[in-house]
């Protein structure tokens, strides 16, 4: 039986800062950075995403950043994980390793979960009592989906009723996000697993999280966000594009639109980029796999990158 290619990961929540010890570490490794980030695949949207620099990947190779552009609203997992497992291949041919790197869990999963889709029945009275719901107060069902299963929410249009109807529809019913069908966290089914993975989280105390992202949050008005906003609605980008719904851009938006205060705005970014921390770290969690780096433990960045390094490559399955 031919052997599985190994892969290396890094996830961890928004502002964790997975960028700079990826990059440190793909250095030191000989490996190329794939993005497993489902807003840093859309061109032209750089501060946002905060996506890296030319000069930050300081000569690093990174796939899958700028792969589509913003009009593109088809853009999915499986189209994710077919593009990954091409680049992993590209990779191995060139003798280098892959460093999968990102905080979307879904894409994370794609390549390291075996997938099946678990049927849920239909429930009519719950289908009729939110298609209800939704007729009269329009968008709540949307809104009640990004509280609880953002991934499907970014993919979804608000006035997808019949689609929303069935996501939230699963979730009620199975206590579990649509977005996480297909993902058998306990592999109860023993399936195989396509590849061999080292996978490694980083993670600090919730307030120094939170404090972080705040700065961030700054940095990226500071360095021009609602310029790049504007840029986007200038030439024509559709707000409901899943794009366009990202964080910090769905907001702004709003305040150009005059819904929210420059304020309002500024601090309605910052509590949703805390929440959707807070949900990252939930669904990370739950996989046993991933070995927990405490960035709050390393004052010296290199002495976390030694750390990584080791904890990434010690469990390579050699020839």
Not at 203 to 230: Q, S
């Amino acid at each position: 039986m031919m052997a599985k290619k190994h892969i290396y990961i890094i996830v961890g929540p928004t502002a964790s800062g997975k960028t700079a010890l990826s990059i440190a570490c793909a250095r030191a490794m000989d490996a190329e950075i794939i993005s497993a980030d489902s807003m840093q695949i859309y061109t032209e949207m750089n501060i946002g995403t905060a996506k890296p620099t030319v000069p930050e990947m300081n000569g690093v190779t990174h796939h899958l950043l700028d792969f589509v552009p913003p009009s593109d609203g088809t853009f999915n997992v499986t189209k994710f994980r077919a593009a990954a497992e091409r680049c992993i291949e590209e990779i191995y041919a060139k003798g280098k390793k892959p460093l999968i790197v990102g905080g979307t869990g879904l894409y994370i999963n794609s390549l390291i979960f075996p997938l099946g889709f678990t049927e849920v029945e239909p429930n009519d009275e719950l289908r009729a009592e939110l298609n209800a719901l939704e007729a009269s107060q329009p968008g709540i069902l949307h809104g009640r989906l990004r509280e609880v299963d953002p991934v499907t929410a970014d993919r979804l249009h608000p006035n997808d009723t019949k689609r929303l109807v069935r996501a939230l529809e699963v979730f009620v019913q199975t206590g579990r996000p649509l977005s996480a069908f297909g993902n058998d966290f306990a592999n109860t089914q023993n399936n195989e697993c396509p590849y061999d993975a080292s996978i490694i989280g980083i993670t600090m105390p919730r307030e120094l999280l939170y404090e972080r992202i705040n700065k961030r949050v700054d940095r990226m008005l500071e360095n021009g966000l609602l310029n790049e906003v504007d840029r986007l609605i200038g030439k024509g980008y559709d707000p409901a594009l899943p794009a366009m719904q990202g964080i910090g851009y769905k907001q702004l938006i709003a305040y150009r639109n005059g819904i929210y205060s420059h304020d309002e705005a500024i601090e309605t970014i910052k509590r949703e980029t805390r929440r959707y921390a807070k949900r990252q770290i939930t669904w990370f969690k739950r996989d046993k796999r991933i070995r927990w780096i405490d960035a709050a433990e390393f004052t010296d960045p290199v002495k976390m990158q030694e750390h990584a390094i080791k904890l990434l490559t010690e469990s390579e399955k050699r020839e």
